[in-house]
């Protein structure tokens, strides 16, 4: 079993910026592949990035490539997502899930889930 604990929401301006962070943990944890993803209030859960157990090739959503980046700390057990140039309509719940079969898009394909960040960008 892994769990998952995001950090780092808040409220920003837009075009300002924030750090997510995921810390995972887990009597079995090893390096697996993670993503982020995020849901607006009455929409579904959108993919944001992922990145694989070896941290290479992160994948992003067209709508974030250029100003949200994925990396990961094995050390710490943590992935982080720098999110830069914040836009209103990232508003939303952003989660990070861990362990996914392919393909990496699509959020039923993933095993484990955190609680959650919000993130408010006010316009």
């Known amino acids: 079993q892994v769990q998952l604990v995001e950090s780092g929401g808040g409220l920003v301006q837009a075009g300002g910026s924030l750090r997510l962070a995921c810390a995972a943990s887990?009597?079995?944890?090893?390096?697996?592949?993670m993503g982020w993803f995020r849901q607006a209030p009455g929409k579904e859960r959108d993919f944001v990035a992922a990145i694989t157990w070896s941290g290479n090739t992160p994948d992003y959503a067209d709508s974030v490539k250029g100003r949200f980046t994925i990396s990961r700390d094995d050390a710490k057990n943590t992935v982080y997502l720098q999110v830069d140039s914040l836009k209103p309509e990232g508003t939303a719940v952003y989660y990070c899930a861990a362990d996914p079969k392919l393909p990496l898009r699509l959020s039923r394909r993933y095993n484990y889930w955190g609680q959650g960040t919000q993130v408010t960008v006010s316009s």
């Open positions: 887990g009597r079995t944890f090893r390096p697996v592949t």
